[in-house]
Structures are given as structure tokens and as C-alpha cells.
């Protein structure tokens, strides 16, 4: 996992690709957005480049990943961050 990471900070596509085609990920946009939620020693701009990708599965992720978040009770400005 942890060279899966190294490897998803430097290349986003390839850094996920390698975790597929390890069996540390599920192709599903769900066990991705749950993979960059987490977060543990992910670049947060290698994150953000990975969900702004315009496709209709980084669009996906990008809908799950949102919705692994809370935002009940924030003030815009705390939601943003």
C-alpha cells in the first residue's frame, strides 16, 4: 500500500492503477473516494489533480468522495476548507 501511495503522489493515474492491479483497490469509484478520503500520506494536490480529471470515473469518485464528507452544522467557509 504504502508504495501504492508513493506512487499515486507522483502519478495519480498510475499510483491507482498499481493499486488495482495489486488487489489493494476495487475498480468501483466507491473504494477509491474511500482510498483518498482516508488520505494517509496522500499529497492533497495529487488528490485534487486526480478529481478534477474530466472523466465520467474520476467524476464519479469525485460524487462518493464528496459524500464521505460531513458538512452538517459548518459555516461555508469551514465546508470550503
Given at each position: 500500500?504504502?508504495?501504492?501511495?508513493?506512487?499515486?503522489?507522483?502519478?495519480?493515474?498510475?499510483?491507482?492503477?498499481?493499486?488495482?492491479e495489486?488487489?489493494?483497490?476495487?475498480?468501483?469509484?466507491?473504494?477509491?473516494?474511500?482510498?483518498?478520503?482516508?488520505?494517509?500520506?496522500?499529497?492533497?494536490?495529487?488528490?485534487?489533480d486526480?478529481?478534477?480529471?474530466?472523466?465520467?470515473?474520476n467524476?464519479?469518485?469525485?460524487?462518493?468522495?464528496?459524500?464521505?464528507?460531513?458538512?452538517?452544522?459548518?459555516?461555508?467557509?469551514?465546508?470550503?476548507?
Open positions: 500500500m504504502s508504495i501504492g501511495r508513493k506512487k499515486f503522489n507522483m502519478d495519480p493515474k498510475k499510483g491507482i492503477e498499481y493499486l488495482y495489486n488487489g489493494l483497490l476495487q475498480r468501483t469509484p466507491e473504494d477509491v473516494a474511500q482510498f483518498l478520503h482516508k488520505g494517509e500520506g496522500l499529497s492533497k494536490t495529487a488528490i485534487g486526480y478529481l478534477g480529471e474530466r472523466s465520467e470515473f467524476e464519479a469518485v469525485l460524487r462518493a468522495f464528496v459524500e464521505l464528507h460531513d458538512f452538517t452544522d459548518l459555516i461555508l467557509v469551514q465546508a470550503l476548507r
